[in-house]
């Protein structure tokens, strides 16, 4: 398994999707994207979950975000599965789900489930959790979680570390608890003295390593 620490390149594949077959490096492109497993086909979390993705879709253009789903099941049953989740969810799933039924995917990617006795196939092999991967155009992972099968995401937070990431990536700012595009950021540790006052004339000093100013890029 490699070693997918944040700031590792994500592993490259080719995986069958409803898609149709993919390369991954390829299919990123110089885009941002986010790699999300569900555990399983017709069930209800997921359900849920997949309908409030595409719903966003909007929200993951505007931010130059590609996204694919992926689970431990073939892509005809995650066919079938897609009426569903655009009937229940009121919605239309156009971002590809990867069929990865071997598993091989998800065991390099570490999305199986060690924890959960009920999260498994009718064989007994353990499915995929609720993990999230955000990779950058570089291709270098910047964010993983995971989730337990029992517990849908909620997709704004991941939203808004994508926002928080290319705000940073961008300004050379970091950013507080609990931020929302448009509020004060911080100023990168790194940037200190007169490059400071220059980049962020008239920033907020709270303690000296503790630096506010305006969102940057809620002015641009
Ligand atoms: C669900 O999506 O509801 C689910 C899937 C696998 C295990 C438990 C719940």
């Known amino acids: 398994m490699p070693n997918l620490r944040l700031g590792s390149v994500a592993p490259d594949f080719t995986a069958e999707t409803t898609q149709g077959t993919i390369q991954f490096h390829q299919w990123l492109g110089d885009s941002w994207a986010i790699l999300f ?3 399983d086909d017709f069930t209800p979390v997921c359900t849920t979950e997949l309908g409030e993705v595409a719903r966003k879709s909007e929200e993951f ?3 130059g975000v590609k996204v694919i789903g992926l689970s431990a099941n073939d892509v005809a049953s995650h066919d079938k599965w897609i009426a ?16 990865d039924k071997d598993r091989k995917i998800a065991t390099e990617y570490d999305m199986l489930d060690a924890l959960d006795p009920t999260n498994v196939d009718a064989k007994g092999m353990p499915m995929t959790v609720r993990d999230v991967f955000v990779i950058d155009p570089k291709k270098v992972i910047r964010l993983k ?3 337990p099968a029992s517990t ?3 997709f704004d937070e ?3 570390v994508v926002d ?6 961008k300004y050379r700012v970091t950013t507080p608890v609990n931020w929302q595009k448009g509020d004060k950021v911080i100023v990168h540790p ?6 400071a006052e220059k980049l962020f004339p008239g920033y907020e000093t709270v303690k000296p390593y503790l630096r506010f100013t305006k969102d940057p890029s809620a002015q641009a």
């Open 145 to 147: 979680i995971s989730y």
């Open 190 to 195: 790194s940037v200190q003295g007169a490059e």
């Open 152 to 154: 849908g995401r909620h």
């Open 61 to 63: 253009k505007k931010r």
């Open 158 to 160: 991941i939203l808004r």
């Open 37 to 39: 497993s569900h555990p």
């Open 164 to 169: 928080s990431l290319q705000t940073g990536d």
């Open 84 to 99: 569903d989740i655009n009937e229940v969810g009121k919605t239309k799933v156009e971002f590809p789900i990867i069929g």
